[in-house]
Every structure is written in C-alpha cells, then in structure tokens.
C-alpha cells in the first residue's frame, strides 16, 4: 500500500468512525442529508486547511514565536470561523440540526486535515525515513486525536448556530487551540507531547459531546427518554 493510501484510509476511519459512533445514539433524531452534506463540506474544508497547515510548518519550522502564532492562534480562529460560517447559514442557524451537522463537519474536515499533515509530515518533509511500526502508531493517534478535537469544535460551532450564544465559539476555538498547542508545538519537539494528544482530544470531545443532551430542546430529549424506556424492555 503507498504512502498516499494509508494516510487516506487512515484519515477516512477516524473521521467516518468518530462520526458514526457518535451519532449511532441520536440515530433517528437527524436529518441524514445535512450530516453526509456536512461531512462532505468538512472534506473540502479539511483539504484546504491541511495543505495551509502542511505548508505553515514547514515554513516556521523551529521558530516557537511563529509556531504558536500560527498554529495555535491563527489556524485555530480560521478553522473556528469556516464551521461558524458553514453552520449559520439559514438553513441551519436556529435550527439544533445545526449540532449534529457540525459534529460531522468537524469531522470531515479533521479526517482530510490530517491526511495532508501526515503525509507532508512522513513522506514529503523526510522521504528518507522509513515509516516503522512507531511511527504508524503515531500516525493512528495524530488521526484519530486530530478527528476528535475538529468533532469537538464543530459541535460546540453547532450549539452556536442554535443557540446564538458566543461562548461556543469560544469553546471551538479553545478546542483547536489548546490542541495544537499540546500536539504541534509541544509534540513536535517532545514526545510526552504526542503521547498526550488522544486523552486530551477525548477529554475536548466530551466536553461538546456531553453538552448535546443538556441542551437539547424537551420534545427531542423526550424522545429519547421514550427510547431509553422501550431499550429497557
């Protein structure tokens, strides 16, 4: 398999997979035509993010002032306002579809993201190095931690678009931003970095995650209650 396969089925199973479990609880609660849309606009937004993302760490490549500028303050606010911007549109805003939409969007967009930062990373940056079992495995967790973190923002990216409350962009840019900060500032220069980037995607995630229910509007949330009773039968 070449390089350019693996990174693409990689990206695609951790994008399709966070995607699909998560929403596997509300199945039935969603339109399916605006979550496949919204994973489709992630997909193009993902591939122009990751190509941006690929290029900008090449360029301040061991400058940390320029690092943290750009990866974890700009990147994070560019990413934040393409979800802001997909999800208030008037199909959506208002509308708590908008969440689910952007829990796809963010990962689609996280799932083509890092196929390009993993292959300008591995293959492009250091094609004398031959990928090995460690660096696969790294591989595995920048994937599916880079898809949790975008999954994460998305959500709460959606939750604004429902609510019109600016604290959830707050929290989506947090999301992004502490993120790269861990992964591509920290891990690129220290290993704890990386090894830290799973947990704490999985922790951001659930942050946006648990806030589906709590704010989900009564009649859905009764619905679910309904659910719950007949699963129990």
């Known amino acids: 398999m070449d390089a350019t396969t693996f990174v693409t089925i990689l990206g695609l199973l951790a994008g399709g997979g966070v995607v699909f479990l998560a929403l596997s609880r509300y199945d039935g609660m969603f339109d399916d035509r605006q979550?496949?849309?919204?994973?489709?606009?992630?997909?193009?937004?993902?591939?122009?993010?990751?190509?941006l993302h690929s290029s900008m760490d090449y360029l301040v490549m061991g400058d940390v002032f320029s690092s943290i500028l750009i990866l974890v303050l700009?990147?994070?606010?560019?990413?934040?306002?393409?979800?802001?911007?997909?999800?208030?549109?008037?199909?959506m805003?208002?509308?708590?579809?908008?969440?689910?939409?952007?829990?796809?969007?963010?990962?689609g967009e996280g799932a083509f993201s890092v196929v390009?930062?993993?292959?300008?990373?591995?293959?492009?940056?250091?094609?004398?190095?031959?990928?090995?079992?460690?660096?696969?495995?790294?591989?595995?967790?920048?994937?599916l931690s880079y898809v949790l973190a975008?999954?994460?923002?998305?959500?709460?990216?959606?939750?604004?678009?429902?609510t019109g409350d600016r604290m959830w962009v707050f929290s989506a840019f947090?999301?992004?931003?502490?993120y790269a900060l861990v992964v591509w500032v920290i891990g690129m220069a220290n290993v704890l970095g990386l090894?830290?980037?799973?947990?704490?995607?999985?922790?951001?995630?659930?942050?946006?995650?648990?806030?589906?229910?709590?704010?989900?509007?009564?009649?859905?949330?009764?619905?679910?209650?309904?659910?719950y009773r007949r699963e129990k039968r």
């Open 35 to 51: 979550v496949f849309l919204g994973f489709f606009i992630g997909m193009i937004g993902g591939a122009f993010f990751g190509f």
């Open 74 to 91: 700009l990147f994070p606010v560019a990413r934040t306002m393409f979800k802001v911007v997909v999800l208030r549109r008037p199909s």
């Open 93 to 107: 805003e208002g509308r708590f579809d908008a969440v689910f939409s952007g829990l796809s969007l963010g990962g």
């Open 116 to 143: 390009y930062i993993l292959y300008f990373l591995y293959f492009i940056w250091h094609p004398e190095v031959s990928p090995g079992a460690y660096d696969y495995g790294i591989m595995a967790v920048i994937a």
């Open 150 to 162: 975008s999954s994460g923002a998305g959500i709460s990216c959606g939750l604004y678009s429902y």
């Open 174 to 178: 947090f999301i992004h931003s502490s």
């Open 195 to 227: 090894l830290a980037a799973l947990p704490l995607a999985l922790v951001l995630f659930m942050w946006s995650y648990r806030s589906i229910e709590t704010m989900m509007p009564p009649e859905m949330e009764r619905a679910m209650r309904r659910r």
